[in-house]
């Protein structure tokens, strides 16, 4: 096929990567601790540790693996925190070992966290003591479930004061650890301590060795596994850092990660910014904006990620104005469509532009990005990273033309192998050509930029036009006494489905006649939203932010408000 983006690449991008540069995740690791090891690597609450530091923390927590637990090549460690100091040590501790890590989100129920253990089969677990009373229900019913439980506290990479204060605030005080009890767990630090006086044994590592399996798709059915090995991620890494190797420079950025690293678009963040020797700023509770915003006052950051509903929530944060952005380069968004109304807001407060991407938990997750040298927000998801095919396809898998709208599919060295365990899941996902199956729908212009226009199974057909949710989203959002909004389809006897749209306002006067007039000079009429409820509270969301269309279908009359 034909790569007609390649005209609009910015200078000095490559085609193509050198995906055989790093053999594994570990290599890229090894280089960067060895190039930058007195420089700070991940900072959190205050602290930071250099990469020397993190180097050594990470393979006395391999050798543990490898010694005292037995643990070989290929079995699967799981990591349920949030972002602590912690995490990066505990997860390149476990690829060092030659294992595969299992990122589990901390506020999984026990039902949700059951699968991932069984399915992943999973030998160990790093667990936060705040959450050890669902890991606790889960062991309790399945006694027969063979895991070794290491469990941390909030404070355990602090300086010692500090570890010790902050562990007795968050039990004692705050009462942020529910009761627990699990035998024979053995916690963080003194696994550290064992693995100290261990030998780490060379475990060798290829492209075909997988480094990740990383869940997806539980909100929509049965979370599946998708397998992301050494070789998708070096190539991704591959891809992001040619992207913006022109604007950032190694050794030099503060990278803020406000995201949660079990989640794959924080993963990659991370793992960039760590390959070109960044200070990683971990936000362990992006939702107490006084701490966020505290945080970002104290590092002069240059570079952040995020998801439209936090830029939103930042820039509605009166303590956002007081935050010097001057060193800012990059500012990122995936994970959900980024609003005009946010990305306008955004270049006006901090005088850069919101990049959005595009990716997926099976491509590792970036497929498709913006340049970094857009000035405005475009409403496009960009043109595909070097070494990425992307094409528009029908439902025969036919090639569509460019402005015809279809499922938007992918290739490259950075898609996954296939789910866990799921032989059938897998074949489905692809096409017999080798397409991954997005699930997205949208087009790709005559320049080769993508648009998405909404997801397959949230679109909305009306008296057979089709409707899509992010279009009303973006133009409701754009008044300005809404807050947020979603919109979904439901039935409708006369035109099949209808519009309807879920508003939280933060103008309490808004009324749905001034909603209604506000929508009528932006949308053709069988777009116009025919049912709009108020709700007093948030909307519910994914651990990401990203608002959950589908519980608002099945429980459409919940916290409504006159």
């Known amino acids: 096929m034909e790569k007609i983006w390649l005209k609009n690449y910015p200078n000095g991008i490559?085609?193509?990567?050198?995906?055989?540069?790093?053999?594994?995740?570990?290599?890229?690791?090894?280089?960067?601790?060895?190039?930058?090891?007195?420089?700070?690597?991940?900072?959190?609450?205050?602290?930071?540790?250099?990469?020397?530091?993190?180097?050594?923390?990470?393979?006395?927590?391999?050798?543990?693996?490898?010694?005292?637990?037995?643990?070989?090549?290929?079995?699967?460690?799981?990591?349920?925190?949030?972002?602590?100091?912690?995490?990066?040590?505990?997860?390149?501790?476990?690829?060092?070992?030659?294992?595969?890590v299992?990122?589990?989100?901390?506020?999984?129920?026990?039902?949700?966290?059951?699968?991932?253990?069984?399915?992943?089969?999973?030998?160990?677990?790093?667990?936060?003591?705040?959450?050890?009373?669902?890991?606790?229900?889960?062991?309790?019913?399945?006694?027969?479930?063979?895991?070794?439980?290491?469990?941390?506290?909030?404070?355990?990479?602090?300086?010692?004061?500090?570890?010790?204060?902050?562990?007795?605030?968050?039990?004692?005080?705050?009462?942020?650890?529910?009761?627990?009890?699990?035998?024979?767990?053995?916690?963080?630090?003194?696994?550290?301590?064992?693995?100290?006086?261990?030998?780490?044994?060379?475990?060798?590592?290829?492209?075909?060795?997988?480094a990740f399996l990383q869940y997806t798709g539980g909100t929509t059915g049965v979370a599946k596994g998708a397998m992301l090995t050494h070789g998708n991620m070096v190539a991704n890494l591959q891809q992001v850092g040619a992207w913006i190797a022109h604007d950032l420079l190694d050794g030099k950025e503060v990278f803020v990660c406000p995201l949660p690293l079990y989640h794959v678009y924080a993963l990659n963040s991370s793992l960039v910014f760590m390959k070109i020797g960044a200070n990683t700023i971990l936000i362990t509770n992006p939702r107490d904006m006084h701490a966020f915003v505290h945080d970002l006052k104290k590092y002069p950051f240059t570079a952040i990620i995020g998801v439209n509903t936090l830029?939103?929530?930042?820039?509605?944060?009166?303590?956002?104005?007081?935050?010097?952005?001057?060193?800012?380069?990059?500012?990122?968004?995936?994970?959900?469509?980024?609003?005009?109304?946010?990305?306008e807001r955004w270049k006006k407060a901090?005088?850069?532009?919101?990049?959005?991407?595009?990716?997926?938990?099976?491509?590792?997750?970036?497929?498709?990005?913006?340049?970094?040298?857009?000035?405005?927000?475009?409403?496009?998801?960009?043109?595909?990273f070097p070494s990425t095919q992307a094409t528009v396809l029908d439902e025969c898998d036919n090639e569509l033309a460019p402005g015809e709208v279809g499922e938007i599919c992918v290739r490259g060295p950075q898609v996954m192998t296939g789910y866990w365990n799921m032989p059938l899941e897998t074949a489905k996902v692809f096409t017999p050509q080798g397409w991954l199956r997005t699930g997205d729908m949208g087009f790709m212009d005559e320049r080769g930029y993508f648009k998405i226009t909404d997801r397959k199974k949230d679109m909305i057909i009306v008296s057979g036009f089709k409707v899509f949710p992010n279009q009303i989203e973006d133009v409701?959002?754009?008044?300005?006494?809404?807050?947020?909004?979603?919109?979904?389809?439901?039935?409708?006897?006369r035109s099949g489905e209808a519009v309807k749209i879920v508003v939280v306002r933060s103008d309490p006067l808004l009324t749905e006649e001034a909603l209604l007039a506000h929508c009528k000079q932006s949308l053709?009429?069988?777009?116009?939203?025919?049912?709009?409820?108020?709700?007093?509270?948030?909307?519910?969301?994914?651990?990401?932010?990203?608002?959950?269309?589908?519980?608002?279908?099945?429980?459409?009359?919940a916290m409504a408000v006159a």
């Open 476 to 493: 409701v959002a754009m008044h300005p006494g809404v807050a947020e909004v979603a919109a979904i389809g439901v039935p409708d006897e």
């Open 311 to 343: 830029y939103r929530a930042l820039l509605d944060a009166p303590e956002f104005s007081e935050v010097d952005t001057r060193t800012l380069k990059m500012t990122n968004a995936g994970g959900m469509a980024v609003q005009r109304v946010v990305a």
């Open 14 to 100: 490559p085609a193509d990567v050198d995906v055989q540069e790093f053999a594994s995740i570990k290599e890229v690791l090894k280089r960067s601790c060895e190039r930058f090891a007195g420089l700070p690597a991940y900072s959190n609450m205050g602290v930071s540790m250099t990469y020397a530091e993190l180097d050594l923390h990470s393979r006395d927590f391999a050798a543990y693996l490898q010694n005292t637990l037995g643990l070989h090549k290929g079995d699967r460690v799981a990591i349920m925190m949030p972002n602590l100091l912690q995490y990066p040590v505990a997860l390149f501790g476990v690829l060092r070992a030659g294992l595969v």
């Open 350 to 384: 901090t005088g850069v532009p919101i990049i959005e991407a595009y990716g997926l938990t099976e491509t590792s997750p970036g497929a498709i990005c913006n340049p970094l040298n857009i000035s405005d927000w475009t409403g496009f998801i960009g043109v595909p």
């Open 524 to 557: 053709t009429d069988y777009k116009v939203p025919k049912i709009i409820e108020f709700r007093s509270e948030p909307l519910p969301k994914t651990n990401l932010g990203k608002i959950l269309r589908r519980q608002l279908r099945e429980t459409p009359a």
């Open 102 to 210: 299992v990122n589990v989100n901390p506020q999984y129920t026990a039902p949700e966290l059951e699968h991932q253990l069984k399915d992943s089969g999973a030998a160990a677990i790093v667990v936060l003591e705040n959450f050890a009373h669902t890991l606790q229900l889960v062991l309790d019913k399945n006694p027969a479930l063979r895991l070794t439980v290491i469990t941390t506290e909030v404070g355990d990479m602090l300086p010692l004061l500090k570890e010790v204060i902050t562990n007795v605030v968050v039990k004692y005080v705050k009462k942020m650890v529910p009761e627990w009890d699990i035998p024979n767990t053995t916690e963080f630090n003194a696994a550290l301590r064992q693995g100290r006086e261990q030998v780490l044994h060379h475990v060798s590592l290829g492209h075909e060795d997988i």
